[in-house]
């Protein structure tokens, strides 16, 4: 699935897109976590993830990165507690020179290494990263949050993505935590600095959410959405129910997107094949 049919699909031009979310199965299935502060452990991982779940679309978890950059780097750490202001760790963290380099290094790898794959970026919403951020510098409790945090933690991360303009990123998603209160367009308005940053450099700008997504104004309106019943105004990933691991049928295929599923960790291997070729049935 290369970049152009990525976006053929999105345009209800080209039908067959299946986006696994596949890493806590295969950790499970390898015995063996990303390590993703090691680039090269990481292109190796995901070509043997590759060889087993054969996913159009490799998804990079931010979060997972964030977190195990803020594991391994205290000096960083204390950088990042040296203000309380709720954002100011945040801030930090998206200003080191060491975590933008990597990042972009571990972008273009895998594009280089998966060349046939959508290379999309997986970010938690901001106010989530808020709170990653300031949790990995003080601990405890997490802060209140207002919208003017949300609306520079919006900033902070548009900042940060344009480390990755020359990686050959094809997708960046926001998600929404599925706890906590639905999305509003409301919160998509303060969204303005990563919806414009993805303009720019082309990339399909997609959220998820588990709610009915809001009505956007078109200024605001993502490439795609990932959600649970197919829209009709936008193309949509939509969510296939985990019961359909267990032999439940396939959803229909949406006229502008694709099919998502998250493959259950402990899902017997024969199994996961089966029904993989079950859903690749349901989208040709």
């Known amino acids: 699935m290369s970049t152009t049919s990525f976006a053929a699909t999105l345009a209800g031009e080209s039908a067959g897109l299946v986006w696994l979310d596949y890493t806590p199965y295969v950790e499970q299935l390898l ?80 594009r280089t290494a998966l060349s046939g794959k959508v290379i999309a970026l997986v970010t938690a919403a901001p106010d989530a990263l808020v709170t990653l951020a300031y949790r990995g510098a003080f601990g405890g409790s997490s802060p209140e949050l207002d919208e003017d945090d949300i609306d520079s933690a919006a900033v902070y991360l548009a900042d940060f993505l344009r480390t990755l303009s020359e990686s050959g990123l094809d997708a960046l998603v926001v998600e929404e935590p599925e706890s906590g209160d639905a999305l509003t367009a409301d919160r998509v308005d303060l969204y303005g600095p990563i919806v414009n940053v993805a303009a720019h450099y082309r990339w399909s700008l997609g959220y998820v959410t588990r709610s009915a997504p809001p009505q956007l104004a078109a200024s605001l309106r993502p490439s795609f959405w990932i959600t649970g019943v197919e829209l009709d105004d936008v193309a949509t990933g939509v969510i296939v129910p985990e019961g359909f691991w267990a032999d439940d049928a396939p959803p229909d295929p949406p006229v502008r997107g694709f099919l998502h599923s998250r493959i259950p960790p402990g899902s017997g291997p024969e199994k996961v094949l089966d029904r993989i070729a079950v859903l690749r049935g349901a989208v040709t």
Do not use: C, N, Y
Request: no cysteine; glycine share 2%.
């Open 31 to 110: 015995d063996e976590r990303v390590r993703w502060l090691d680039v090269d452990a990481v292109i190796a991982w995901q070509r043997t993830a590759m060889s087993l779940i054969d996913s159009d679309v490799v998804g990079v978890d931010a979060t997972a990165v964030l977190t195990a950059w803020i594991d391994a780097h205290p000096d960083l750490v204390e950088a990042m507690s040296a203000k309380r202001r709720t954002t100011a760790a945040l801030r930090t963290l998206f200003a080191d020179e060491a975590l933008r380099a990597h990042f972009a290094d571990l972008i273009g790898s895998l």
